[in-house]
């Protein structure tokens, strides 16, 4: 049978599947407005009901798919709004239902919610748009109904090379735009509209939570079980989060299609064993699947999973063999149907590329392993022993999990090469010893709760011993993750003829530069932790760095350093480089103890020093030369001019006037530059019109945040860098900028599109 036959006749779910990916795409990427979409579903829909034609059918799914994305896409409610609004927030007046659970944000909360109606520049809007909300005050419930004063924004794009796109993740949702109460009194409201469902699970998730914790409330491993078992990972420490990343291992700690199986397996085998019959057990499982979903929050991967072994388990009741591929083709068939922008979500690419490669992959392989295994075929089996019955069933166990191990591994390849630039080398091994244990903590976890119906010194007895395989898997993940080449960062190398390239990370009022030639890699301060986690880490991780060589922390400011103890982690750093000027920064004081404790204490370097990054390309220090008269930590901080051949960049990191005035009258032309790097600073004007002259840049860029006003670029500056000639690359606008240096000069390059500066040539 050809290919086409088998997928018409044997898996037409598959093709339908195909059919639905082909529609979406086009409608996402082919400006044609959905009415035209429209017409030719009507036209090939008929064709399709006159001729019975699975091509015409094929095709009718296709337009069906593209209307529909057009609709959920560029012709959305939501899409309406974001054309109404822009970057930067404005007051509106808005009336909305709360249509999903809120989670912590910071001191505040942000819950999806369901527009009925918005006033922009006093003119009402009517709309269905789904907006995020963030929320001052006590969390709302769902279904809960306000009319509020508050500010709306077009969601912010990534501002950085690596950075997780919220933007993107959240229009994959039919969300674009966001609106921000400040306050609980600037709410008002207006009545609820109850989920029993969604209350029901709520209830279920809390009692689930206080069930499994019982026993071992606040450690480490109750906050994996529980991350384990209802997707909860707000209290798992980030050290472990970051093992499971490693070790390729992620898709065990929180709930995923994995754990809806392993669900589906445990219930199956209860509802089994109490004498239910098979039938009957399908119409209690798949329900159950589908709220066990609803209790860990509905996440894409957990209602896919749900969807899958319910259309495998649905065909029980109808007495036929499930078809795998089939299934499989079904499930993204329907959630395509209610969710076309799923197609785009990581995730959902993620779950259906491996599962397909596992089917089929993982079942070849583990024959072609049985076959190794198997004794000879010409003695019966019974007159094995017993021993030998042992081996061989747990080689074919053991077969089984290297087979669905390696197919897993081979299916996410190249998705996470794309999205997180990583490749696990450790993941096979680390999934065969993990998988099987993460099995045991939900079937442990699934008996605590069945006895916490009954008696909750059962259920912490269980907790107990669940407690105990928890800490053997965590020991087992980190020690995978700290095996030497275990995993490493994937990027590209830089372009032909690039001698070094500066990326000045757009961190707000904090500041990261890296520094990046063929042969090493060195950092301009961390940034703040948050900054480290989101933006520095996963920036180093797109370029395939896997250690820094070098980090100069130009001063203690927290928004600076804060994020150095997360790099020093992971990736890591070789040298790290300090003036040795005192200051207040408990945070700095805190870096500084902790390299000491681990024996590789930071260097210090005093103006005149020079550090070799890589052949003709150094970082030379200007300043500070001693602290006397130097009262702000921006005032002692580390200025550097990195000279790549005959380019010039000077770092003047947060440095004042004062600072500036220093540097004039001691280093003269020294100071001259091809660029300028400056931050700003925390008490006074920064960026002196005489300063700019001595130093003469051909291009600027200037650090800038909303918050604190100290942060902001003032119009001074603006007007002090125009004097000079020089081109102003205020982050603000830019986001991170990318300095690219060859033989015969370099190239300044804003990372965001728009704005007053696109790019800047500068010759040597």
């Not at 030379?620 to 010039?648: E, F, M, N």
Request: proline share 6%; hydrophobic share 50%.
């Amino acid at each position: 049978m050809s290919a086409a036959l088998c997928v018409r006749f044997r898996l037409p779910f598959a093709g339908l599947f195909a059919a639905a990916i082909g529609g979406i795409l086009l409608g996402n990427f082919v400006a044609i407005p959905s009415g035209v979409f429209l017409i030719f579903w009507i036209g090939s829909s008929a064709g399709a009901w006159f001729e019975r034609t699975h091509f015409l059918i094929w095709m009718a799914v296709v337009a069906a798919f593209a209307t529909l994305a057009v609709w959920g896409g560029r012709e959305s409610p939501a899409a309406g709004l974001a054309r109404l609004l822009d970057a930067s927030w404005q007051p509106v007046e808005a009336e909305f239902a709360v249509n999903g659970e809120p989670e912590a944000f910071g001191e505040a909360w942000r819950f999806p919610a369901r527009l009925h109606g918005i006033v922009i520049d006093d003119r009402p809007i009517s709309t269905g748009a789904q907006m995020i909300v963030d929320w001052n005050g006590p969390p709302p419930s769902l279904g809960d109904r306000f009319r509020v004063i508050g500010a709306a924004r077009n969601v912010p794009p990534a501002r950085n090379p690596g950075q997780f796109d919220v933007a993107s993740w959240l229009a994959t949702n039919e969300i674009r735009s966001e609106l921000s109460v400040a306050r609980a009194a600037d709410a008002e409201f207006l009545g609820a509209h109850p989920h029993v469902l969604a209350d029901l699970a709520r209830k279920a998730r809390d009692w689930i939570e206080r069930t499994l914790a019982t026993g071992i409330a606040g450690t480490p491993e109750e906050s994996v079980i529980r991350a384990m078992t209802i997707g909860d990972t707000a209290g798992a420490p980030e050290t472990i989060t970051e093992a499971f990343r490693q070790t390729g291992t992620y898709h065990l700690f929180s709930v995923s299609g994995l754990h809806v199986g392993m669900i589906a397996v445990l219930l199956w085998g209860l509802l089994s064993t109490v004498g239910i019959s098979r039938k009957r057990a399908v119409l209690i499982l798949i329900p159950a699947l589908f709220f066990y979903a609803l209790i860990t929050g509905f996440k894409p991967p957990s209602v896919r999973a749900a969807t899958m072994v319910s259309v495998v388990a649905a065909g029980l009741l109808f007495d036929r063999r499930p078809m795998p591929l089939n299934s499989l083709g079904a499930a993204g068939f329907f959630i395509l149907l209610v969710q076309p922008n799923e197609l785009f979500n990581p995730g959902f690419q993620l779950s259906f590329t491996i599962v397909t490669v596992i089917l089929l992959i993982a079942v070849p392989l583990q024959r072609s392993i049985d076959r190794r295994l198997a004794p000879d075929p010409f003695l019966p089996v019974r007159l094995l022993t017993p021993l030998q019955r042992s081996t061989l069933g747990a080689g074919r166990w053991i077969g089984g999990l290297l087979a669905v191990s390696t197919a897993a591994w081979i299916g996410s390849l190249p998705l996470t090469l794309i999205y997180f630039h990583m490749v696990s080398l450790i993941g096979i091994p680390a999934n065969i010893f993990a998988v099987p244990l993460s099995f045991l903590v939900l079937a442990l976890a699934l008996l605590s709760l069945v006895t916490g119906l009954i008696s909750l010194g059962l259920s912490e007895l269980l907790n107990n011993t669940n407690f105990l395989v928890t800490h053997v898997l965590l020991g087992g993940v980190t020690g995978f993750a700290a095996l030497p080449g275990s995993h490493f960062a994937v990027g590209l190398p830089l372009p032909r003829g690039t001698i070094a390239e500066v990326t000045i990370l757009d961190c707000g009022g904090g500041g990261a530069t890296v520094i990046r030639t063929p042969r090493s890699t060195w950092l301009i301060d961390g940034g703040s932790r948050s900054n480290a986690r989101s933006i520095v880490i996963p920036f180093l991780r797109s370029q395939g760095i896997n250690r820094l060589d070098g980090i100069v922390l130009t001063h203690g400011d927290s928004r600076h350093v804060g994020g150095v103890p997360n790099l020093l982690a992971s990736p890591g750093a070789r040298q790290v480089f300090d003036s040795g000027l005192r200051d207040r920064s408990r945070t700095r004081t805190a870096l500084l103890r902790q390299l000491e404790d681990s024996g590789r204490p930071a260097e210090v370097v005093v103006a005149g020093d020079r550090l070799e990054i890589a052949p003709d390309v150094t970082l030379t220090v200007l300043h500070p030369t001693a602290a006397d008269g130097l009262v702000y930590a921006d005032d002692k901080c580390i200025v550097v001019r990195l000279d790549v051949g005959s380019t010039r960049i000077l770092f003047t990191s947060d440095a004042g006037h004062s600072t500036e005035a220093g540097l004039v009258a001691n280093h003269g032309s020294d100071l001259r530059c091809d660029i300028l790097v400056k931050g700003q600073h925390v008490a006074g004007f920064s960026g002196d019109r005489g300063f700019l002259a001595a130093a003469q840049p051909q291009s600027v860029v200037a650090t800038a945040a909303d918050f604190p006003p100290a942060e902001k670029i003032t119009d001074r500056f603006v007007a002090n860098v125009a004097s000079i000639g020089a081109q102003l690359f205020r982050q603000d606008e830019t986001g991170a900028v990318t300095i690219t240096i060859r033989a015969d000069g370099s190239d300044v390059r804003r990372f965001l599109e728009g704005g007053s500066e696109q790019s800047a040539r500068t010759n040597p």
